[in-house]
């Protein structure tokens, strides 16, 4: 009863932030509705994790105990970045990427052991730790600063992480609702379509600044 209690409520969380990330992606980015929908994706991403935790757990998965931290992160991580407008990072923030950095080698040595199990998952496993590491490693290199960020770079983070996190969040819908062989690609294939518009909202940005910027 427990589980299918906290099942209920994850379910509810990952409908409302996908329904929420949709519309922050569709509004004016710094408007009211951006900003609404925003801290509502944000609530409900922390729902899911809140009731991901206990259930991997009592089911004894390690591969969604994994996915669950690596997912949250994305999330708190970008709202930390639009929150923080100075830059200057707190004992949460370098908490906060110690956890994702330990996620991701965690990835890769799960993701070792079950391939020599002979589970394809490694695949999903790699890859996510990869982009676990990644994503880690950049915003330590932002949190170094010593002094203010520029707008422009702070909002590359905020928008990488966040639009990472709505990866994660179509990723579970598609796990859930379709079945595909193997059994990684419904994991990976959100990643492999959608990057690309992360790097092109990256750009967008950085030539916004640069257009900006005097001489």
């Known amino acids: 009863m427990i589980s299918l209690a ?3 409520v994850h379910i509810a969380c990952g409908s409302v932030a996908l329904l929420a990330a949709a519309v922050a992606l569709a509004a ?3 408007r009211r509705n951006h900003i609404l929908s925003g801290r509502v994706y944000a609530l409900g991403m922390a729902g899911v994790f809140v009731t991901a935790v206990p259930l991997a757990l009592l089911g004894a998965d390690i591969f969604l105990l994994f996915i669950a931290f690596f997912s949250f992160y994305m999330v708190f991580a970008g709202w930390r970045f639009a929150r923080n407008r100075r830059g200057l990072a707190q004992p949460l923030d370098w908490t906060a990427v110690t956890i994702m950095a330990l ?3 965690g990835m890769w ?3 070792g052991v079950i391939g020599m199990a002979g589970d394809s998952q490694w695949v999903t496993l790699a890859l996510f730790g990869f982009i676990a590491l990644g994503l880690a490693g950049a915003d330590a290199l932002f949190h170094r600063r010593t002094g203010p960020a520029p707008y422009h770079r702070r909002i590359s983070r905020h928008l990488t992480n966040m639009m990472a996190g709505t990866i994660a969040t179509v990723t579970a ?3 859930v609702n379709v079945a595909t062989n193997p059994v990684w690609l419904a994991w990976v294939l959100p990643t492999l379509v959608m990057t690309p518009l992360i790097v092109w909202w990256n750009v967008r940005v950085a030539r916004e600044a ?5 001489g």
């Open 210 to 214: 640069a257009r900006r910027s005097p």
């Open 173 to 175: 819908v598609l796990v």
């Open 103 to 105: 996620t991701g080698l």
């Open 109 to 111: 040595v799960y993701g």
């Open 6 to 8: 906290l099942l209920a």
């Open 28 to 30: 004016a980015k710094g």
